[in-house]
């Protein structure tokens, strides 16, 4: 493996770098040491991690990084994804920011069926998917705030036309001690889970969805707290929509707001096929 501590800020310059505008192949192990620094995409991918191999990346910031597939009739067209990174190996990002990065699917990050991902002590923030996942979208194992260690990753102001406003997965994810704020999706404004899906001591507050699950679809949630989300069909639920909740908490007089799905606490198990708007 190599290591790479960075001293200076760099920006993408299509002019020179027309090589790498679908990012900087990593094929070997690396540790990344940003110390504190920012890497601006410009219009470009900034990187590729090739299967079987492992990145570790601290204290970075990826800001403005897009991928697309074709102009048609001066239109972007994407299909593309992983607007700064797209990793098909094993990823671990520790103290990083991911703003206004775009692409296809996972606006920030796209995770291979092939891969692994950790992400602690993270920020996510502006980030757009023209499908799924606006920060995250996610096909392999994903780890998202690791543990009770309170390492907090806040995911805030992100959106996909589709499913999952900050974080799309069709696998294993398991997500603790995070924030989701006002971010906005058609179906799990703040998550939109296919199956396999763990949250612990999250929070999510203003999240929107205008078809299913304000803040989440088909999760089991727990011990979480939830204010403010909106499902623009109430009846499918402006805080969850499948899945269960175990131990949370709401604003509203009327607690979690899950449709067809579980609600459950110590004392309780009660099952919802509607519920109104908070």
Known sequence: SISLTL???????????????????????????????????????????????????????????????????????FYSAGGAIYNNGNLNLESCTFTGNLAGYGGAVYSSNRSSLHVSNCNFTNNLAVHNGGAISNNGTACIGESHDGENCIFSGNAANDDGGAIYSSNDLTLYDSSFKNNYARNGGAIYNVEGSYINDCVFENNT???????????VVEDSVFSHNNAENATYGCDMYMGVSINCKSESSTGVIVAEGLTTTSDTLQYSTTAAGN
Do not use: Q
């Open 7 to 77: 001293d200076k800020d760099y920006m993408y310059n299509p002019l020179v770098d027309h090589d790498y505008e679908s990012g900087v192949d990593v094929d070997r192990d690396i540790c990344i040491y940003g110390n504190n620094h920012t890497i601006y995409g410009n219009g470009a991918r900034i990187m590729w991690i090739y299967s079987s191999h492992s990145a570790f990346i601290c204290d970075l910031h990826f800001v403005n990084s897009y991928v697309y597939d074709d102009l048609s009739n001066d239109t972007l067209i």
């Open 209 to 219: 969805a205008s078809g299913y699950g304000g803040a989440t679809c088909n999760a």
